[in-house]
């Protein structure tokens, strides 16, 4: 063999390199892409079951009678002890939290439900339970910083339902 014919194989296998190589990195570059959406759409599942296991919370904190014992007598305006206070506006502290970061999830683009589903729930809970508007009065402040937009429309919900707007 002459060294003509061995630099021909060598620019051969060169090639056959250079092409396996970019086949190997295009496989490679897809199923990376791939990962990544896989693990961005885990994260939204994960954000939307966070929110569900914080609303999850607060149910079970109604679940406690003496805590309804307490959500009753600040319904009827009531004087409640101090450690009544306590557990009243921890209960609220978080519903009004679990509502925030349920809102900011839901308002992503992949969200697997609507921020009006908060607002409505919130609502009712506003119609039901008259202490909570004392509550949400407290806390606001806090939960502005998580998500102004419920802040907004929650305080938009009390003013037309106290008849200000």
Sequence with gaps: ????ALGAIAE????????????????QTKQARSASERAAYYAELQANVSTVDMYSRWRTYLQNPSLLEVISKANSDESLSPEEQIGLSAAFDELFVAAAGAHLNSIKPDSLYEAKADIKY???VFDTMPCAQREWVRIRHIVIDVSPELVKAVDDYISRKNGDA
């Design 1 to 4: 063999m002459n060294w003509d």
């Design 12 to 27: 051969l296998v060169g090639a056959v390199a250079v092409i396996s190589t970019l086949i190997y990195l295009s496989i």
């Design 122 to 124: 919130l609502a009712t």
